[in-house]
């Protein structure tokens, strides 16, 4: 009797590891995807756009970035809204970093995924190294999942 508790008591903590490599496993695919789609937002705006002539360069970035501010209600709870000048100054300056850094090199390699988990929620972070003018650099996006979306919260 011993053995099969101890049996049943193994295979729930090998299934519950599994289940939870399984996640980490989906967590960095889908903030992997989030962070191409940014990237790919900030690289290659569409002038043809009326928004973009009416709001701003960057408009379509602002779903993708959280907002970090003064509304206490909204911070690290909430994206960017493009239609705040503040707030569209952010994001712009978001892009504008982007593409000064990352978007430099098309063949990126993301070296790591981890996460960490703080006052503000659980970041998950991807490490990436690219190429700029002949020089490796690396750069950190850190993101949080907000409103069932992971949307980016940090560069470093």
């Given at each position: 009797?011993?053995?099969?508790?101890?049996?049943?008591?193994?295979?729930?903590?090998f299934?519950?590891?599994?289940?939870?490599?399984?996640?980490?496993?989906?967590?960095?695919?889908?903030?992997?995807?989030?962070?191409?789609?940014?990237?790919?937002?900030?690289?290659?705006?569409?002038?043809?756009?009326?928004?973009?002539?009416?709001?701003?360069?960057?408009?379509?970035?602002?779903?993708?970035?959280?907002?970090?501010?003064?509304?206490?209600?909204?911070n690290?709870?909430d994206?960017?809204?493009?239609?705040?000048?503040?707030?569209?100054?952010?994001?712009?300056?978001?892009?504008?970093?982007?593409?000064?850094?990352?978007?430099?090199?098309?063949?990126?390699?993301?070296?790591?995924?981890?996460?960490?988990?703080?006052r503000?929620?659980?970041?998950?972070?991807?490490?990436?190294e690219?190429?700029?003018?002949?020089?490796?650099?690396?750069?950190?996006?850190?993101?949080?999942?907000?409103?069932?979306r992971?949307?980016?919260?940090?560069?470093?």
């Amino acid at each position: 009797m011993k053995f099969n508790y101890l049996s049943v008591a193994f295979l729930l903590l090998f299934f519950i590891s599994e289940a939870k490599a399984q996640k980490t496993v989906n967590d960095s695919a889908k903030v992997a995807i989030t962070l191409k789609e940014l990237l790919k937002i900030c690289r290659t705006v569409d002038f043809a756009d009326p928004k973009t002539t009416e709001l701003g360069t960057f408009y379509k970035a602002a779903p993708y970035i959280i907002y970090r501010g003064e509304d206490k209600n909204r911070n690290w709870k909430d994206f960017a809204n493009y239609e705040n000048n503040e707030e569209k100054e952010g994001v712009d300056n978001i892009c504008l970093r982007i593409n000064r850094t990352i978007n430099q090199d098309t063949n990126f390699v993301i070296t790591k995924y981890l996460t960490n988990t703080e006052r503000e929620g659980t970041w998950h972070v991807l490490l990436l190294e690219y190429f700029k003018k002949g020089e490796k650099n690396k750069i950190a996006f850190a993101f949080l999942y907000v409103k069932n979306r992971f949307r980016l919260g940090d560069i470093d």
